[in-house]
Structures are given as C-alpha cells and as structure tokens.
C-alpha cells in the first residue's frame, strides 16, 4: 500500500492534548487489571445488580467448565452474612506450579491475567461454558478481597488478593482429601452501586445449569436468611422441559434427542400441549442466547419441514391447503436446544444470540431425523400434533382476518388512537408516561389530576380477556386489547417493535382490592406471553395507590402499609380519623395526583423479569386451564394475605 506523505489533520486526541502536541507521553498504558476497575461495565455489563451478580456466574463458570470435561460433580455456592461470596468445586483445582514464560504461579497468573487460563488452548477444556473473555480475573479485579484455596496432591493452597493485586504469595496450609477449588470474594463497593444479591437472579442461573449439565449437583445457600436449595437434574434438559410444562395438559411425552455433527454436539428437548403459547429457551455452551441464533433457527427449521411432510403424507394437510408456517407449528410448544462447539461465535457482546453457522446445520439434520422417525412410528401422538399445528393454521388466518379488519376500520392503525384516550402534549416518548387505569370512573379522575404535559390515561372497561386460554384470534378481537396495542403503538407478538414504543413508562394503575389485583394480573399476563421486551427494557411499572389516609385536624397522611398507618395512628394521638381507600373511584383528582402520579411523590414498583422459568410457572398457575395447581397455591400462600376484600 502507498503512503502520502504531506501535511495531515491531527487525530483527535492530539487536538485534545493541552500545548496542540501528541506525543508517547500522551498514551497510558493500563496495567494488569487497572483496565477493568477503570471500565467494569464493558467486562461484567454494569455496575449495577447485573454486573454484581455476573461477578460470581464467572466463577461459577469455571467450576460448571470442570464438569464439562467429566472431572466434577459437586458446586456449591454461598452468600455469606457479610455479603461475601464463596464457589466450591469438587474438579481438579486449578494448577499451583510456575509458568516458566510468567515467572509466576499457574494460580496467579490465573486470577491476575485477562485471558489466561486452559480454556484458550482447547487443551484443558474441548468446550467451555463460561468463556465470556474475562473469566475470574475480572471477579477478583472487582472484589474487594479474594481468597482461592486449592485442595490438589493431597494439599491446600491459598492466596489471597485485592482489587486484582496478589496480596500474599501462594502457601501451603493444610492436608486435603479429594482436589477441587473455592473462591470466596467480596464486592468492591468502590465499584458497584448494589451489593444487594438476589436470590431470585443466582436461582434462575443455578437451576438452569443444573438442567444443562445432567446429573451436576449445584448447592445454593443464603447465610442472609439462613436458606439452601439443591438442584440436580438425572433426566438434565428433559426434566428442564417436564419443570416447564408440569402445570400444562401436554400431547405426548417428551422428546430427547442427542446427536453430534461436525464437532457440534446437540441435545434437545421438546413437548407440544394444549396451550397456546411458545416457550423456547436456547442455549450455547451453557450460555442463554435469549435472542437465539443459528441453533435456534436450525430447530425450527426442521420442525417445520418434518411436521409439513408428514401431514401432506398421510393426507391431513392437503396440497391445496398450502403449507404450515412455522408460528402454526410452534404453537402451544415447549422446548429446550442446547449445543456445545468448541469456538462458537456469538452476536454482540452480550452473547445473547449465537452466530456460528455450522451449529444450524447440525441441529437441522439431528432434529429432522429423530422427529421424522419418531411420528413416522407413533401415529397416535402423530396426529395429535399435526392437528394441533393445522388448527393453529386456521386461527391464524381468523386473526389476521379480525387484524385486517381492525386495521380498516382505524382500530389497530398507530395513526388513530383510540377514542378514549387522552393522550398527552409531549411527543418525546421518553418524557411521556401512559396509565392503563381501571374503570371509567377512575380514569375520569386520572385524567383530571394528571398533568396534560407528559401524562396519558387510558381507562380499560372490566377485565380484559385471559390470554392465557385464548387463541391470537380471540385476543385480536377483544377491544379493550385492541385500545391497549394501539394506545402503545408497537404492535405485539410477532409484530412488536419497541422502538415504535408511544410512551417510555406505562403504569398499570388499579384498585387496591381482589378485582384490581385480578384486571393487574391479567394485565401482566398479557404484556409478559405477548411484550415480553417492553418488560425486559425496564418501561412496565405498578403504580402504588394508599390503602388509608389518616387526618387529624387540617392535616393528612397516605398509608400504603397497614404497619405505616399504626405508626402514624401512634403519632397523631387522640382525634383522629381514618379513611380506607377500596377503589381509585373514591379518591378525588387532587388525591390521585398527590398519592400515585405526581413524580416527586408517587410510590411504584417496575416489573422485572429476573426468573423467566418462575414467571412462566406462575402465569401458568394463576391463569392456565388447570384448576388444581391453582388451589394448590392459594391454600400455601393463604396465610399471606392481607387486606382481602370479600
């Protein structure tokens, strides 16, 4: 290549540096860890509870990696009392000999170097789950303090370090019986705004490798409140997807297929029922890839293509009928892929879908052997499923008809809002707030206490339709969700697109009573099976209407808590009086806005989504056809319940 040579424009950082010069003493050179504490949020995503929890999936990571490779059987992990946490592994405990090229011990170099350790080589590891090209260095260079111990040739090894930096040398202190490794850290509060961890986020993680990794016992214990659980998993990603579907009316029994094609190895799991909801989880290398990839894709496809051949084979689907798409096919379908390969390639840095195109074509032709020859010799189920997926078909049609329809008739056109909405005068989303308001009269309320500026309320008459038990052509025809979906503008199902989202934050806003809490979680119902990511980018909100206002004289307090109107009641004395709010309805416009929308004042909760599986099963539970899981969890969180209106 030529090079001109002449007068150039300096590179920014020259036009930066203070005299107009930029020379070597202008670059620094980040040493050792330095470069992670300086930048967390581009190794473990943020600083906040994601980065706080990715710190200890690292280290669990490596002990996940050891069972990989056939060498562990046993993790525990622990959340101490002092907000310490420690990973304990039963594998081959990592190596305390010198590297020759580093002058230091294999364990060092380990927990003090980006990108070291026996992962990189496929020497130590043929496949490894957890290489997110940081691993436990960058937990120790986050931690306040780290000590690894090592039980390895009938010893225990220790070394201790901080912020990244050896604060001992490696030592001796201790006989042991059996080898493996523990970490045990503390986050550095220099580094994270929470040290909070969830139980309900470590769960989810733990759960599923213990699915993923057959027969892998993971022990989760929480000094906090003195609990522990256990998973462990012999049937692996099939009892992963009987978990999934125990509370569901299925078709058959599930399918495990393993096979391996060009280094890819495949295993999967799937199950049709009678409902009408998809749940897929895909996995690569013990990674969740939540937006999939090419071994989701690979799945589908095959599905797709041996059901369509089969029903056109024996005749249920005729050539006239056109073919099944894959939407008809998936309905009412759970299922589990997992794959492992030894250099996958993902799709950004968060890993959330995978790339490599050898695993599509792996999983296409294992998936399509083992469903052609299972329908093949099961006719029975066979059929069950194909009319399944052809009564899909037809609903399917029926719902783009109703959507048609709708669409010429103005009701799901983002051009014209519906006719009871008062939408507000600030056209920036991200400034503006909608509130899906229970019954009319509250709405009226609403709309008079609201600021007109930034604020919307869309009042919904009664209770929507369970989505739970209704096909997309029941829900596309339902007008209280038609409002809902063209309030929002995004579309839903397969259509939503958050970024045509009307309003950043959308409150679900109802009484404080048992038909509340039933429209609330119908609500919820819907927008967690049908907009799953407006739930996921964190613009789903509960508003907090008070349950009292305690007045004594002129002056008055709003009790959302029976415990915080005794404390009250305790404060005013004698002379007091108190007012029980049953419904929005019985608070006038100012009240509404002082207690549950005014920003300044307002108390909200925002839905997360930090255990997909618990979701699915308690959507499942409250809402789905079965009657006895439901009873079920109302006789065991009876005892729980306050304030019941009856």
């Known amino acids: 290549m030529a090079t001109k040579v002449g007068k150039t ?7 930066a540096a203070k005299d107009g010069e930029y020379g070597a003493e202008h670059i620094k050179v980040l040493k050792g860890l330095e470069g992670v504490r300086r930048r967390p949020g581009m190794y473990v995503g943020d600083t906040g509870g994601r980065g706080l929890h990715q710190i200890v999936f690292e280290a669990v990571d490596n002990a996940v990696d050891e069972a990989l490779g056939g060498y562990c059987t046993d993790i525990a992990v622990t959340v101490h009392a002092d907000g310490s946490v420690s990973v304990t592994d039963n594998g081959r405990g990592i190596p305390v000999d010198v590297i020759p090229s580093e002058g230091k011990t294999a364990i060092e170099v380990v927990m ?5 350790g026996g992962k990189f080589d496929q020497l130590g590891y043929k496949v490894s789950g957890g290489l997110h090209g940081v691993g436990i260095s ?52 220099e580094i994270f705004s929470t040290l909070d961890f969830s139980l309900d986020v470590l769960q989810q993680r733990l759960r599923e490798l213990a699915f993923l990794n057959r027969g892998l016992r993971i022990e989760l214990s929480d000094e906090r409140v003195d609990k522990k659980q256990s998973f462990c998993y012999e049937g692996g990603i099939k009892s992963f997807v009987e978990h999934l579907n125990k509370n569901k009316e299925p078709l058959h029994d599930v399918r495990y297929v393993l096979g391996e094609r060009n280094k890819v190895q495949v295993e999967a799991a799937f199950q049709f029922n009678e409902g009408y909801n998809v749940i897929e989880f895909a996995y690569a290398n013990n990674i969740h890839t939540v937006d999939g990839g090419t071994h989701l ?8 293509r041996v059901v369509n051949n089969y029903a056109k084979k024996t005749g249920m689907l005729k050539e006239s009928d056109g073919s099944l798409s894959g939407e008809d096919v998936r309905e009412g379908l759970t299922a589990v892929i997992s794959v492992k390969l030894p250099n996958p390639e993902f799709e950004g840095q968060t890993k959330a879908k995978l790339g490599s195109a050898e695993a599509r074509g792996a999983v296409d032709e294992i998936i399509a052997e083992a469903l052609t020859y299972y329908l093949e010799e099961n006719p029975a189920p066979a059929r069950r499923i194909c009319e399944k997926c052809i009564n899909a078909a037809r609903a399917r049609d029926a719902a783009r008809k109703a959507r048609d329809l709708a669409r010429r008739k103005n009701a799901l056109d983002s051009g014209s809002l519906p006719g009871k909405l008062a939408d507000c005068s600030e056209r ?76 950043h934050r959308v409150y679900i806003m109802t009484d404080a ?9 119908l609500l919820l119902t819907f927008f967690y099976r049908y907009m799953s990511k407006l739930i996921e980018a964190g613009n789903l909100f509960i508003a907090q209407p008070p349950l009292y206002q305690v007045r004594k004289g002129k002056k008055a307090w709003y009790c959302y808590r029976e415990e915080e109107r005794d404390g009250i009641i305790a404060q005013a004395g004698d002379g007091y009086t ?13 009240q509404l806005w002082e207690t549950t929308m005014d920003p300044q004042r307002r108390t909200v909760r925002k839905v997360l ?22 009873k079920l969890f109302i006789a065991e969180n009876a005892r729980d319940v306050k304030n019941l209106d009856v």
């Open 9 to 15: 424009t300096p590179a920014p950082a020259a036009r």
């Open 112 to 116: 003090t170097v980006l990108h070291a």
């Open 138 to 189: 960058v937990t120790n260079a986050l931690s306040q303090w780290m000590v690894t111990c090592v039980r390895r040739d009938g010893k225990v090894y220790e070394q201790r370090f901080s912020r990244g930096l050896a604060t001992t040398k490696l030592k001796v202190v201790g006989q042991a019986e059996g080898t493996g490794t523990s970490q045990a850290f503390k986050p550095d509060p």
């Open 297 to 304: 894709a690979g799945f589908r496809s095959a599905l797709t």
């Open 428 to 503: 920036d989303p991200a400034k503006s707030e909608l509130f899906l308001v229970e019954g009319e009269s509250a709405g009226g309320s609403a709309k008079l206490g609201r600021d007109r500026h930034f604020q919307a309320i869309l009042p919904l008459k009664g209770k929507i339709l369970n989505v739970e038990k209704a096909r997309l052509d029941r829900i596309v025809g339902h007008e209280e969700i038609r409002a809902l979906i063209t309030a929002l503008g995004t579309g839903f199902h397969d259509d939503f697109d958050l970024s045509k989202l009307r309003y």
């Open 513 to 521: 009573d048992v038909d509340g809490s039933h429209i609330r979680t």
């Open 578 to 590: 108190i007012q029980q709010y049953k419904g929005l309805g019985e608070m006038d416009p100012e």
């Open 609 to 630: 989504l930090d255990d997909l599986v618990a979701a699915n099963d308690m959507f499942t539970v409250l809402m789905g056809e079965k009657v006895e899981p439901r």
